[in-house]
C-alpha cells in the first residue's frame, strides 16, 4: 500500500568480442585496441559488462579475456569462430557450442550465450542447456526471429532491444529512442566500433562514426541511464532474476506437464 518508487531501470551493456565487422573483415584490432579503451571506460563508470566472446579470441588473444575476467565483468560465449548458427547442421552447432565453452571456461564460468548475427533456432536450444547455459541473448527486439520450436525448460531469453550502430546516431535522436526501451534494456556494441574505421572500404554501418566518437557516444548513453537512476548489471544477474520470477516453462505444446 505504500506509494514507494519503482524499481530502478535494468541496464545491461553487452560487448560481443569478436573479429573486426565480420563477415566483411577478420582482423583483430578491436580485440587489441577497442576492448582496451573499453575496459577503461567501463572502469571509469564502475559498471560491470557481459563480453560474449568468440572460442577464438580466446585462443589467439588470451590476454584480451584474461583483462576483462579480471576486471570482474561476465564472460559470456559468441560461438567459435562467428559462423550462423541457423546455417549450421545440429552436429554442427554442437560441436561448435560444446568446443567454445570448453575454451572459455578455461578463463572463467561461462552460462550467458548470444549467437553471431543474433541468429539462433529455438530448436537447438537444447544443445545450450545440455552445456550447462541458462541464459541465451541470442534474439533482437528490432528484428524478426529465427523459425524453430523452442525446446529448453530453464533456459531465459533476453534479447537485445535496440542495435548497435543506433548507439552512434546523432544524440538527440539516440537518446529518443533510448527513452523508449523497457526493463531490461539489453545494449550491445562491438568492440572493432572503437576502433577508427571511417576511412576503411567497408558497410556504412560497420563504419560511420567509429573510433573516438563512439566512445565518446557509450559514454554519453551510460551518463543518459545513470540520469534516471538505472542499474548496470550483467546478463548472468538479469537471467537469475528473470528466472526466479518465472517458472519453468513447458519445452513443446505435446510435452506440457
Ligand atoms: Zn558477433
Known amino acids: 500500500m ?6 530502478p531501470l535494468r541496464v545491461a551493456i553487452t560487448v560481443d568480442m569478436e573479429p573486426d565487422c565480420p563477415p566483411f573483415l577478420w582482423t583483430w584490432r ?15 563508470q564502475a559498471i560491470p ?13 588470451p590476454g584480451s579475456v584474461e583483462a576483462l575476467v579480471a576486471a570482474g565483468h561476465e564472460l559470456g560465449c559468441h560461438g567459435i569462430s562467428h559462423q550462423r ?31 553471431p548475427y543474433l541468429r539462433f533456432p529455438g530448436h537447438y536450444l537444447d544443445l545450450l542447456e545440455a552445456e550447462g547455459f541458462l541464459l541465451d541473448s541470442s534474439q533482437a527486439k528490432y528484428k524478426r526471429d529465427v523459425p524453430g520450436q523452442e ?4 533456459l531465459v531469453r533476453l534479447p537485445a532491444s535496440i542495435t548497435s550502430s543506433a548507439l552512434r546516431i546523432p544524440k538527440v535522436i539516440r537518446e529518443f529512442f533510448l527513452g523508449r526501451l523497457a526493463d531490461p534494456v539489453v545494449l550491445f556494441v562491438h568492440p572493432w566500433e572503437f576502433v577508427d574505421f ?14 573516438q566518437p563512439a566512445l565518446d557516444a557509450l559514454e554519453s548513453v551510460i ?17 537469475a532474476a528473470s ?14 506437464q
Open 49 to 61: 559488462v557481459t563480453w560474449f566472446t568468440t572460442g577464438d579470441t580466446a585462443r589467439l588473444h
Open 85 to 115: 548458427f541457423d546455417w549450421m547442421s545440429r552436429e554442427s552447432a554442437a560441436h561448435e557450442i560444446g568446443e567454445s565453452t570448453r575454451r572459455l571456461r578455461e578463463f572463467a564460468p561461462v552460462t550467458s550465450f548470444r549467437a
Open 30 to 44: 578491436g580485440v587489441t585496441e577497442g576492448a582496451p579503451r573499453l575496459l577503461d571506460l567501463f572502469e571509469r
Open 198 to 211: 571511417t576511412q576503411t572500404d567497408l558497410r556504412y554501418d560497420c563504419r560511420f562514426r567509429t573510433g
Open 2 to 7: 505504500s506509494s514507494s518508487a519503482p524499481p
Open 223 to 239: 551518463g543518459f541511464f545513470k540520469a534516471r537512476g538505472a542499474e548496470f548489471t550483467t546478463m548472468r544477474d538479469l537471467g
Open 151 to 154: 525446446n529448453a525448460k530453464n
Open 243 to 256: 528466472a526466479l520470477a518465472t517458472p519453468a516453462k513447458p519445452v513443446m505444446a505435446g510435452a506440457a
